[in-house]
């Protein structure tokens, strides 16, 4: 054999021990997100909540004003949509999208106003403003409030390019999956 046949056999096993250890990490770093997904563990990629892991306590109570919650938004063309804008990323949701955590910040038989910011029961809500444009220059409708209806919650977000309900209205609280509890998480 000569020294540039050694040379290359040497080579081409370095590279299928890399590409083997690459793939084997990779499949270590999905088991263990599948993992954690399984026993209520999440990760937040946006920017509404702090960065990091999160966990989804189970909620055994009814839901409340100013509970932190994940939950999973209805499949209706709104949220379609939102997904198609990038306002919500793929997920285990029956939509299609990830959970959102956001806090709820009224309940059925609440009233909401929404104008240039947002008030339930005549109480405004800080950092709720209201835009008309998202981030891209895409036209935004604000929901035009009303009366929580019964079976549904208000979502909010201090974040001030947040899509919540101050843009798709109440939602659904069967959608709750629990209470969002903060992990291991950075606020930049």
Same mark, same amino acid.
């Given at each position: 054999?000569?020294?540039?046949?050694?040379?290359? /056999?040497?080579?081409?096993?370095? *590279? !299928?021990?890399?590409?083997? +250890?690459?793939? #084997?990490? $990779?499949?270590?770093? %999905?088991?263990?997100?599948?993992?954690?997904?399984?026993?209520?563990?999440?990760?937040?990629?946006?920017?509404?909540?702090?960065?990091?892991?999160?966990?989804?306590?189970?909620?055994?109570?009814?839901?409340?004003?100013?509970?932190?919650?994940?939950?999973?938004?209805?499949?209706?063309?709104?949220?379609?949509?939102? /997904?198609?804008?990038?306002?919500? *990323? !793929?997920?285990?949701?029956? +939509?299609?999208? #990830?959970? $959102?955590?956001?806090? %709820?910040?009224?309940?059925?038989?609440?009233?909401?106003?929404?104008?240039?910011?947002?008030?339930?029961?005549?109480?405004?809500?800080?950092?709720?403003?209201?835009?008309?444009?998202?981030?891209?220059?895409?036209?935004?409708?604000?929901?035009?409030?009303?009366?929580?209806?019964?079976?549904?919650?208000?979502?909010?977000?201090?974040?001030?390019?947040?899509?919540?309900?101050?843009?798709?209205?109440?939602?659904?609280?069967?959608?709750?999956?629990?209470?969002?509890?903060?992990?291991?998480?950075?606020?930049?």
């Amino acid at each position: 054999m000569t020294y540039a046949l050694f040379c290359r /056999r040497s080579v081409l096993r370095h *590279r !299928r021990r890399t590409v083997a +250890a690459v793939f #084997a990490g $990779l499949a270590l770093s %999905v088991g263990i997100l599948a993992a954690g997904a399984i026993a209520g563990y999440h990760i937040n990629f946006t920017p509404s909540e702090p960065l990091g892991f999160w966990r989804v306590r189970p909620l055994e109570r009814p839901i409340a004003v100013g509970d932190l919650v994940f939950i999973c938004p209805p499949g209706t063309a709104q949220f379609a949509e939102a /997904r198609a804008r990038g306002y919500l *990323r !793929r997920g285990l949701c029956s +939509a299609g999208v #990830a959970p $959102l955590i956001k806090t %709820v910040i009224a309940i059925e038989g609440q009233r909401i106003e929404i104008d240039t910011d947002v008030r339930v029961d005549g109480r405004r809500i800080s950092e709720s403003g209201v835009v008309s444009k998202d981030g891209k220059g895409r036209a935004l409708d604000a929901h035009a409030g009303g009366i929580v209806p019964a079976g549904n919650v208000f979502l909010h977000s201090p974040y001030s390019a947040s899509w919540d309900s101050r843009y798709f209205g109440p939602i659904p609280a069967s959608g709750v999956l629990g209470l969002a509890e903060e992990v291991l998480t950075y606020a930049p």
